[in-house]
C-alpha cells in the first residue's frame, strides 16, 4: 500500500534550492508553489530545478515586458535584457502606426515569439505580424504565445526562407534576436544556457556575428523605405555590427540600456 507523499513546505523548498545553489531561493520557491498545481507535481519541479534546468522551463513560462510567456524544455529562454530589444522595436512600430498605417512587423530568430507577443500587445493588435525560427520546438511556442495575443503568423525555416515573399520591400520594422555569442565561449556559458537551450539559438560563430551578417545583408531586400532593422548585440560587437549594418546599405545607430545590460542596432533603410 503506497503512503501518500507529504506536503513540501516553503521553508523545505527554500533550504533544498539553497543547497542546490540557487541564489534566490525564496523567490524561485514562491514560484514553483504558486505553479505546481499536485504534491507530486511540485515534488517533481523542485527536483527538475535542483537536477539544473532552467527555472522557467520547470515552470513552462518565462516573464517578459509583463506577459508570461510559454518556455518548452529545450527552447530558448527570453532574457530580460531583450525587453530593451523590444521597447526599441515597440517605438519604431508605434510612430508608423500613428500616422495610420499598419505596420508590417517581422520577427527573426523567434524563438518563443516573446518579442513579437510584446510588439503586438504595445500595438494592441494593430499591425501586421510574422514571427520566424529554424528550431520547431521554438515554433511551437512561438504559436501558443502569439495565439494567446490574438495575432501574428509563425513560419518555420531558416531567417527569410519561409517568409512570404509578398512581404518583401514591405516591412516597416524586422526585429531579429539573434545569437551572438562567439562559438569559442559557449563552453563559459551558465550550465542552465549551455545544456539545456538549444546551440543554435546561442552559438553567433567565430565573432558572434555570423547570423547577424546574414540577417544584416538581406535586410534592405524586405525592408520598407524608410523601415528599420534591429538587432541585439553586445557592446564589444556593436563597432564591427555598426560596420555591418553600413555595408549592406543601412544607416545605424548604436542605442543601449545600462540597467539592463542592453545593446540593440537600429538600421534605417534609406
Do not use: K
Amino acid at each position: 500500500m503506497s503512503v501518500p507523499r507529504p506536503p513540501l513546505s516553503r521553508a523545505g523548498i527554500v533550504s533544498t534550492l539553497r543547497a542546490a545553489g540557487c541564489v534566490f531561493a525564496e523567490d524561485e520557491a514562491a514560484l514553483l508553489l504558486s505553479t505546481a498545481r499536485t504534491p507530486d507535481e511540485l515534488a517533481a519541479m523542485v527536483r527538475r530545478r535542483t537536477e539544473g534546468q532552467p527555472l522557467e522551463h520547470v515552470l513552462g513560462w518565462a516573464e517578459f515586458c509583463g506577459l508570461r510567456v510559454a518556455v518548452d524544455a529545450g527552447v530558448f529562454v527570453p532574457r530580460r535584457r531583450t525587453e530593451f530589444l523590444a521597447r526599441t522595436a515597440l517605438a519604431r512600430a508605434r510612430a508608423r502606426a500613428d500616422g495610420g498605417a499598419r505596420p508590417v512587423v517581422v520577427d527573426l530568430c523567434c524563438g518563443t515569439g516573446a518579442v513579437g507577443a510584446a510588439l503586438a500587445t504595445g500595438l494592441h493588435g494593430r499591425l501586421d505580424l510574422h514571427a520566424a525560427d529554424l528550431d520547431p520546438a521554438a515554433v511551437r511556442c512561438a504559436r501558443r504565445n502569439l495565439a494567446a495575443v490574438g495575432t501574428g503568423r509563425v513560419h518555420t525555416g531558416d531567417l527569410y526562407a519561409p517568409l512570404p515573399l509578398s512581404l518583401r520591400s514591405r516591412v516597416d520594422v524586422l526585429v531579429a534576436n539573434v545569437p551572438y555569442i562567439p562559438t569559442e565561449d559557449i563552453p563559459l556559458l551558465p550550465q542552465e544556457a549551455r545544456l539545456h537551450e538549444a546551440r543554435t539559438a546561442l552559438d553567433g560563430g567565430a565573432d558572434g556575428l555570423d547570423v547577424l551578417r546574414r540577417v544584416t545583408a538581406a535586410a534592405p531586400r524586405w525592408l520598407a523605405p524608410g523601415g528599420h532593422l534591429l538587432v541585439e548585440t553586445s557592446e564589444r560587437q556593436a563597432p564591427r555590427a555598426v560596420g555591418i549594418f553600413r555595408a549592406a546599405g543601412l544607416l545605424p545607430q548604436v542605442v543601449t540600456c545600462d540597467d539592463l545590460d542592453a545593446t540593440v542596432i537600429v538600421g534605417r533603410n534609406p
